[in-house]
């Protein structure tokens, strides 16, 4: 959703670029010119993730895969992925990927208080591509400062690496506080890290999850990113942090896979989907 105006939305999708409307939702228009195609395929990449630039939403990233792998050559399926930058509201757009040794990138963050400055984090999984076969082709964190035209690995605990990432946002008044989970794809990994964070830009991390389990999904309160809502591997239970996932509190239900949210301004509010379908609501932080 546009920052700005809330009329123009983005939608990705699985293999037809982006939609877009300024009117609520009322029409939409398809949004591809840019993404590209490999040779032996037709269909554009996945789009995993959207992002715009607070400071100017006329700037968009997509964070897209299609197979784990390089960037080149042509010939692979990973070559059509990676990052994509859009600088005229997603009219046109174009592939960023100098730096990344894989372009399986499921999400990617811009700093709001640095719009040049920018995340892609790529998953660890068996690579598609014929010369790396049944390999795992690692993922990790990559950071840009020219707006994704350069962009250089960030320092993981060891491991962490060949694990997918399924959550992560971009926290705290000076937008330094990364957060992430990983976990195992199938059997191509062989240890699942569930929650990792930095709060220093990514320059140092811990790996802290609740005793016996792993985080899955996650939210991290925005005016203080030391409070943190996660499920859990199990379903058993919502995690609670309120110093930045060192430690953990089990409590309200099992949410089983689900996905919460928190308020913007009241981190008791949370909305999440529940293991018996629909949405939810809790107000008092899930007591």
Same mark, same amino acid.
């Given at each position: 959703i546009d920052p700005i105006d809330p009329n123009v939305v983005y939608v990705g999708t699985e293999a037809n670029g982006v939609f877009k409307t300024t009117d609520s939702g009322k029409s939409w228009s398809r949004l591809r010119i840019g993404f590209k195609c490999t040779i032996a395929q037709?269909?554009?990449p996945q789009i995993f993730d959207l992002a715009i630039d607070p400071s100017n939403p006329r700037i968009l990233y997509a964070a897209t895969v299609n197979g784990p792998g390089p960037s080149s050559p042509v010939a692979y399926p990973s070559a059509s992925a990676?990052?994509?930058?859009?600088t005229d509201g997603g009219a046109t757009w174009e592939q960023k990927n100098s730096g990344l040794a894989s372009t399986y990138v499921t999400t990617v963050l811009v700093d709001a208080t640095?719009?040049?400055r920018v995340y892609a984090v790529v998953g660890g999984l068996n690579a598609t591509? +014929?010369?790396q076969a049944n390999t795992i082709t690692n993922g990790g964190v990559y950071v840009s400062d020219d707006g994704a035209e350069t962009w250089s690995p960030l320092t993981l605990p060891a491991g962490v690496e060949t694990n997918i990432f399924i959550g992560a946002n971009l926290r705290g008044s000076d937008q330094r506080t990364l957060s992430l989970s990983g976990q195992v794809h199938n059997?191509?990994?062989p240890t699942a890290y569930g929650f990792v964070r930095s709060s220093d830009g990514g320059v140092s991390w811990t790996v802290s999850n609740p005793t016996g389990e792993k985080v899955s999904e996650f939210d991290v309160?925005? +005016?203080?990113p030391n409070i943190v809502y996660a499920n859990v591997t199990s379903g058993r239970r919502v995690q609670r942090s309120g110093d930045g996932g060192a430690t953990w509190r089990a409590i309200g239900p099992s949410i089983f896979f689900g996905i919460a949210r928190i308020h913007p301004r009241n981190s008791q509010v949370l909305y999440y989907?529940?293991?018996g379908g629909g949405i939810?609501?809790?107000i008092d932080g899930f007591e």
């Open positions: 037709s269909f554009f990676g990052v994509y930058k859009s640095r719009s040049n591509c +014929p010369t059997t191509d990994a309160f925005t +005016p203080d989907t529940s293991g939810s609501k809790t």
